[in-house]
């Protein structure tokens, strides 16, 4: 595989006797047709990650056969300790493809899945309708479920790998599997619970990590904090620090004196904010079965009773109730630019990440943007306002992309590459529209 470079646009090539530019029309239209359909860079980069991701499934394969005939030669001579045969073919992949044995093991385990536990993955894998990080994380996420939640999930988490962005995909397998294994969140959250610690491990130049393992509300909940705390600080025009390194030492501040006296007035009094998403039938007495678990921004499902109890009044959480049969209209029109407190958290709420191809930047870190920019008539109202991170609203503004609405898809969004390539990003939720039937319209269902 190697790339030709194109000819010249305006190049043109003889006709039939041998006369340049007196070609008939139709046999121009056609060439400039076929010019158009012709691969370009891009496809035949394409065309290399889809070999590559094929050569990957291959070689796993393959490696999953070294396993077997190992496997094969010891019980032929007798050595029942297939610990150490399976150790000995890790070690000389390893030595022969010149990597660790860790980065080998994994080879191993991850062979041994695809082809002996998931075929429908690896014959996905195989065919570059995924890709290797797909298949990692899909054989990653679901070996551990009960049999019959795999034999119910799978089908439906191969069809997601086909279709998304590794990301995107990773966060909706995600909650797929909480769903469905949502009767027994309770249980495991609370056992879960209890494995709660602190651990510290050194690094080097007199540095050390501090890593806690707490619940994911509680976590979010710091995070939010520190980063809004940094960003204050970061205005300060003295201010040289990362935000990273302040947030690292607002947190010493926090956990060391106890109070954030050094700090500017303008962060103290910063309190963490978390919106929590629950099914509002799940808040009633005798609640039935089979809901959809409560959703944390920028964590994912959480027990009900978890968020029960903080829908029950708690501060500083954002309380979103959410029911199939709700619609609503939010517009200010073009009375504002910048939208209303509500307006903007629900424009975060439906989209979770910001808006833009892959991108897994939590909504909260991303800027609001129009759609239809304000300059061109666009108006500040649900179905005209993204979140977008600050680098991917520089890129929709001076990068050569259109962005544009997919009709009748409750807020999903459609980017056009400077290519004329198409990528359709879906908000994370859906907010129905209650729309006034006409006389005439056809009936809504």
């Known amino acids: 595989m190697f790339f030709d470079p194109a000819p010249p646009a305006d190049s043109q090539g003889p006709s039939a006797d041998g006369a340049v530019g007196d070609e008939p029309p139709e046999i121009v239209a056609a060439r400039e047709r076929a010019a158009f359909d012709a691969p370009d860079t891009l496809d ?35 050595r029942t300790l297939t610990g150490v045969a399976e150790r000995s073919v890790r070690l ?18 991850l062979g041994e ?27 990653d996420a679901v070996q551990i479920l009960e049999p019959e939640l795999l034999a119910q999930i799978l089908p439906a988490a191969i069809e997601l790998a086909e279709a998304q962005p590794v ?14 294994r949502a009767t ?7 056992e879960a619970v209890q494995r709660r610690r602190v651990a510290l491990q050194p690094d080097h130049d007199a540095m050390t990590w501090v890593m806690t393992l707490m619940p994911a509300v509680e976590a979010q909940a710091i995070w939010e904090r520190v980063t809004r705390m940094a960003k204050v600080i970061l205005t300060d025009a003295g201010e040289t620090r990362t ?57 994912g499902p959480i027990p009900l009773e978890r968020a029960r109890e903080l829908a029950g009044g708690a501060e500083g959480w954002m309380r979103i109730l959410t029911h199939p049969e709700t619609g609503m209209v939010l517009s200010v029109g073009r009375d504002l630019y910048r939208p209303p407190p509500g307006l903007r958290r629900l424009v975060r709420w439906r989209a ?6 892959g991108c897994g930047i939590p909504a909260s870190r991303c800027e609001i943007d129009h759609r239809v920019a304000w300059e061109h008539g666009g108006e500040t109202r649900l179905d005209n306002l ?60």
């Open 44 to 78: 035949h980069l394409i065309e290399i990650a889809d070999m590559v991701t094929m050569q990957a499934a291959q070689r796993l394969i393959g490696v999953n056969v070294l396993r077997r005939e190992a496997m094969a030669d010891a019980a032929r001579h007798g």
């Open 92 to 109: 000389e992949i390893a030595a022969a493809l010149r990597i660790t044995e860790n980065e080998a093991a994994a080879m191993l385990a």
């Open 113 to 139: 899945a695809l082809v002996e536990r998931f075929p429908t993955v690896l014959d996905s894998f195989a065919s570059a309708r995924m890709t290797e990080r797909h298949a990692r994380f899909l054989v």
């Open 167 to 180: 990301g995107v995909f990773r966060r909706r397998l995600r909650a797929l599997i909480e769903t469905v």
């Open 184 to 190: 027994t969140f309770t249980e495991r959250y609370v």
């Open 243 to 299: 935000l990273d390194q302040v947030r690292a030492d607002v947190i010493a501040d926090l956990l060391i004196e106890g109070d954030t006296a050094l700090h500017p007035p303008d962060a103290r009094g910063i309190r963490a904010t978390v919106a929590v998403t629950v099914p509002v039938l799940a808040l009633i007495d005798g609640a039935p079965d089979g809901l959809e678990p409560a959703v944390t921004e920028g964590i």
């Open 352 to 357: 979770d990440r910001c808006m833009a191809p």
């Open 386 to 445: 993204n979140p977008l991170c600050k680098g991917h609203h520089t890129l929709k503004h001076h990068g050569g992309w259109t962005v544009q609405d997919v009709a009748g898809s409750f807020g999903a969004v459609e980017w056009i590459s400077p290519t004329g390539r198409r990528y359709v990003v879906e908000p994370e939720r859906r907010v129905p529209v209650f729309r006034v039937q006409r006389e005439g319209d056809p009936p809504p269902f």
